[in-house]
């Protein structure tokens, strides 16, 4: 949806492909939420490529959007893009992958099996939480021909 909303030159890569970030006046860093944290990838790719970069972050999780958990799982993102000039995050809810939801319920731990037992987050993303990513795409995109 972010995509699909920038008109300028853009290219869409998985972050194990990018090489550098030579000649990027601004990349958007998508973050899926895995463990109660970022993907251990995308905070490496913010900790060796981000400084010095205008950069826009976005997370997808799985949790509902009025969590109280999300900052705390956001953290770990905002600090690995501290050197970085941060132009906006977004977040918001995706669906849970039933293997993720199945490894939940055999953890043996009660918070994860009591998410993972309450989850209702299929038909995520909907058509109102995409509308928010385009905005929130315009919106950056916006600001830097200000």
């Known amino acids: 949806a972010m995509y699909s909303s920038i008109e300028a030159d853009k290219q869409i890569m998985p972050l194990k492909e990018v090489r550098d970030l030579e000649g990027c006046g601004l990349v958007f860093i998508g973050l899926p939420i895995v463990q109660m944290g970022p993907a251990k990838e995308a905070v490496e790719f913010l ?10 972050l976005f997370a997808t999780h799985a949790a509902p959007e009025e969590s109280p958990h999300l900052e705390k799982w956001l953290t770990p993102a905002r600090e690995a893009a501290s050197q970085a000039m941060v132009m906006g995050t977004f977040s918001c809810r ?21 998410w993972a037992k309450g989850d209702d987050s299929q038909g ?10 385009r905005g929130f795409a315009r919106e950056i995109i916006e600001s830097q021909s200000e």
């Open 47 to 56: 900790n060796k490529h981000a400084a010095g970069r205008k950069v826009a």
């Open 94 to 114: 995706g669906e849970l992958a039933q293997t993720v939801k199945e490894a939940m319920l055999k953890s043996g731990n009660p918070q994860l099996v009591a």
């Open 124 to 133: 995520q993303l909907d058509e109102t939480q995409l509308e928010r990513a």
